[in-house]
């Protein structure tokens, strides 16, 4: 298992029951559906009320990047490909990149490329691919905006349950051990809410501008890319433009492979 969201939150549960355990509480206690109604659906409810439904039609694809691993190029092999095709560009011109462009699988590299290959002028391209860029930037943020407010919301509907249970345990005071049962109960809603606030939905927010921000880094470094190749920069001039987009292991990890690669040519 590769994905850190599905780790977590088993880590979460397991540190919640387990905590239960080694303080005695009984586990029973968390089969309460007046706490679940009042988290689950009561934190759907504020979410509906806060956003549109236009947005909200999208939390399930949502659930599904937080969910799973992304499937994005790496920055290593765009250098490799930008340089092949900087190398073809300076040989055969940018015409001869034609051929390539169904080979692209990513959309926003693909109609980059066309852009350039089309002939289009520079401060053009890169005015379109800017604008691309904030849209999708501004998608990202109103998507994880969604479940950074459920995050907000879970805690304090947590008290609004307890404060249920609560009128409800005090409303009859004759038993005092059903009274003292009902009180512990009524503090599961604040268990679930701070639980699903802090462990569920604010990660999941998180995870999300993480995941956001790695691709707009991807989508400028093919950007960069794009207009250096309609430039015709050489293919040391490209690598070492988009080299910055690397951390120093990278690179440095890049270097020894194109070492190897020189080596082996030589050989």
Same mark, same amino acid.
């Given at each position: 298992?590769?994905?850190?969201?599905?780790?977590?939150?088993?880590?979460?549960?397991?540190?919640?029951?387990?905590?239960?355990?080694?303080?005695?509480?009984?586990?029973?206690?968390?089969?309460?559906?007046?706490?679940?109604?009042?988290?689950?659906?009561?934190?759907?409810?504020?979410?509906?009320?806060?956003?549109?439904?236009?947005?909200?039609?999208?939390?399930?694809?949502?659930?599904?990047?937080?969910?799973?691993?992304?499937?994005?190029?790496?920055?290593?092999?765009? +250098? #490799?490909?930008?340089?092949?095709?900087?190398?073809?560009?300076?040989? =055969? !011109? @940018? /015409?001869?990149?034609?051929?390539? $462009?169904?080979?692209?699988?990513?959309?926003?590299?693909?109609?980059?490329?066309?852009?350039?290959?089309?002939?289009?002028?520079?401060?053009?391209?890169?005015?379109?691919?800017?604008?691309?860029?904030?849209?999708?930037?501004?998608?990202?943020?109103a998507g994880a905006l969604i479940f950074?407010?459920?995050?907000?919301?879970?805690?304090?509907?947590?008290?609004?349950?307890?404060?249920?249970?609560?009128?409800?345990?005090?409303?009859?005071?004759?038993?005092?051990?059903?009274?003292?049962?009902?009180?512990?109960?009524?503090?599961?809603?604040?268990?679930?809410?701070?639980?699903?606030?802090?462990?569920?939905?604010?990660?999941?927010?998180?995870?999300?501008?993480? +995941? #956001?921000?790695?691709?707009?880094?991807?989508?400028?470094?093919?950007? =960069? !890319? @794009? /207009?250096?190749?309609?430039?015709? $920069?050489?293919?040391?001039?490209?690598?070492?433009?988009?080299?910055?987009?690397?951390?120093?292991?990278?690179?440095?990890?890049?270097?020894?492979?194109?070492?190897?690669?020189?080596?082996?040519?030589?050989?």
């Amino acid at each position: 298992m590769k994905n850190s969201t599905i780790i977590g939150l088993i880590l979460g549960v397991i540190a919640v029951i387990g905590g239960m355990i080694f303080k005695g509480a009984s586990l029973s206690s968390l089969i309460n559906p007046a706490a679940f109604m009042i988290i689950i659906l009561g934190t759907i409810a504020a979410v509906m009320v806060a956003f549109p439904m236009s947005e909200l039609q999208k939390v399930g694809k949502l659930f599904k990047i937080a969910f799973s691993e992304q499937k994005l190029p790496s920055r290593e092999d765009l +250098i #490799s490909r930008f340089m092949e095709w900087a190398s073809i560009t300076r040989r =055969e !011109g @940018l /015409l001869a990149l034609e051929a390539r $462009v169904d080979e692209i699988e990513d959309m926003f590299l693909r109609n980059g490329m066309r852009m350039i290959i089309d002939g289009n002028d520079q401060d053009l391209v890169r005015d379109v691919l800017l604008e691309d860029i904030a849209a999708t930037e501004e998608r990202h943020k109103a998507g994880a905006l969604i479940f950074t407010q459920a995050g907000t919301y879970a805690p304090t509907l947590g008290v609004l349950g307890a404060v249920v249970g609560l009128i409800a345990a005090l409303s009859d005071m004759s038993d005092m051990d059903k009274l003292a049962h009902a009180i512990a109960g009524a503090f599961i809603a604040t268990l679930l809410g701070i639980f699903t606030g802090y462990v569920l939905w604010h990660p999941i927010a998180n995870k999300l501008k993480r +995941i #956001s921000k790695k691709e707009i880094q991807i989508r400028l470094m093919m950007l =960069e !890319g @794009l /207009l250096s190749i309609q430039s015709g $920069v050489s293919t040391i001039a490209i690598n070492q433009k988009l080299s910055v987009f690397l951390t120093p292991t990278e690179r440095l990890k890049m270097r020894e492979q194109e070492e190897a690669r020189v080596d082996e040519q030589k050989a």
